[in-house]
């Protein structure tokens, strides 16, 4: 499961920034008019050989002060409700405002670790002032500088205490049956998906987008087949985010995200693929899950020779680099290969699992070496003398060489796509290592 940290605060505290700085990246919108976040923002956090799901919940900004209160107080109790930490961003340069003092007597009844965050702690004298927050009332208070990232390490280092080792999960992931998420925007038709495959009306199903809040696990166990089906909210293009369930949907999606072996992301057939999709197939594959691609509606889409073939060409090109999924096009409603669906899904589920032996790995792979050999770097060439497959639940290969770093990613990627037409791994994200013999 997933360990997931909201970040949290009035508008214009910093929040987007921290969060830039803990992805190491800019992905937020950063500006100084306060509200400037509209989208909510997730990634992954990696820190210490630990990661972690952050959400940095956006600034609300309505007409009057009464009502962003009320807004901002549901925002934090679903940060409360969702979230396994939370960092209560505040801002030493204006001090305490009744906003923060109204969102810390929220979270200091929550039982979840809660920590203070005090940002814009860059000279001595904000020092002193910062001093002033410790009468909220918090266990943990961190003063750092967003912008410059000082004292942003002590924060994580506390944050990665608190996540569990990972070996337990790999022990539950073996003895458990395959988990599929159904993930994709709203009214693609995930839940018509599910109640076709149960036989049932099991999620109730209407052309209001959004209407699955929850994610709901079924127990699927027809014509010798048995797995978990996991229906997601919709996750939803970050302009509509306004209803607080959003920010429900998109927690509880990459929740599901998680927990899944394989994940079915469905994209509208008429619609075609929105940027929200690739950011979901992008974070399922760091997260090293099996991706099975279905386009739903196919049964609505006007069809001549060759459509489907350029339709999935135009699909892989957006999903480059990782271009090695099954793409499947289906009819929910008319039940039209939702069952190869399955098919596949489950076997992307066992490439996941495959255990190539070394000597077979070493037999193929050497011979793909042999026949393209590394470039030569700084007059040193690179000699590949052994490969192994490492012990872990994503497919990972150590490839044993005299100079580890002068592999470069072109090469990389060969290797790559010889394991990957050698031994398929279709649906599978695949990590290759050099390491020194």
């Known amino acids: 499961m997933g360990f997931t940290v909201a970040i949290i605060g009035r508008p214009n505290v910093g929040k987007s920034t921290l969060f830039n700085r803990l992805l190491e990246q800019r992905k937020a919108i950063v500006d100084d008019i306060s509200g400037v976040t509209r989208d909510r923002q997730y990634g992954i956090v990696e820190w210490n050989g630990k990661n972690f799901n952050v959400i940095d919940t956006g600034g609300f900004v309505p007409k009057s002060d009464d009502i962003f209160e009320r807004e901002i107080r549901k925002q934090v109790h679903i940060a409360v409700d969702e979230a396994n930490a939370i960092i209560f961003m505040v801002d030493a340069a204006t001090g305490i405002t009744h906003l923060d003092d109204a969102m810390a007597d929220i979270l200091r009844r929550s039982s979840k670790p809660i ?47 608190l996540i569990p080792e990972e070996n337990s999960d790999k022990e539950k992931t073996e003895n458990s049956l ?39 696990h079924t127990h699927y166990n027809m014509y010798q087949k048995e797995f978990v089906l996991i229906d997601t909210a919709g996750i939803r293009k970050k302009t509509k985010v306004h209803e ?119 037999d193929v792979m050497l011979k793909a070496v042999e026949s393209y050999h590394p470039p030569v770097v700084r007059g040193k060439s690179v000699k590949i003398k052994f490969i192994t497959q490492l012990p872990t639940y994503v497919p990972s290969f150590a490839f044993f060489c005299n100079f580890p770093d002068d592999v470069k990613t072109p090469y990389k990627n060969y290797l790559e796509n010889q394991l990957r037409q050698n031994f398929n791994f279709s649906g599978v994200p695949i990590r290759v290592f050099f390491r020194k013999k």
């Open 244 to 362: 607080d369930l959003e920010f429900y949907s998109v927690i509880r999606a990459i929740k599901a995200l998680d927990e899944a072996d394989v994940c079915l992301i469905m994209l509208d057939a008429e619609k075609g693929i929105a940027a929200q999709d690739i950011n979901i197939f992008s974070l399922a594959a760091r997260k090293g899950k099996g991706i099975v691609v279905l386009v739903n509606k196919w049964d609505l889409v006007e069809k001549e020779t060759n459509t489907a073939r350029d339709y999935e060409a135009t699909l892989k090109k957006r999903f480059a680099p990782f271009t090695d999924v099954p793409v499947l096009f289906i009819s929910a409603k008319e039940k039209t290969r939702i069952f190869k669906a399955i098919e596949i899904g489950l076997e992307v589920f066992e490439s996941r699992q495959r255990k190539i032996p070394t000597r077979e790995l070493n």
């Open 115 to 161: 920590f203070l965050v005090v940002n814009k702690v860059d000279n001595n004298d904000r020092m002193l002032a910062a001093s002033e927050f410790y009468s909220l009332g918090f266990e943990h208070v961190h003063n750092i500088a967003a912008i410059s990232g000082s004292g942003t390490g002590d924060l994580l280092d506390v944050i990665c205490e």
């Open 178 to 216: 395959p988990k599929f998420a159904i993930i994709g925007q709203p009214n693609v038709g995930k839940s018509s998906l599910l109640n076709s495959l149960i036989g049932q009306e099991r999620t109730i199903v209407s052309d209001i987008a959004g209407t699955t809040r929850d994610t709901i």
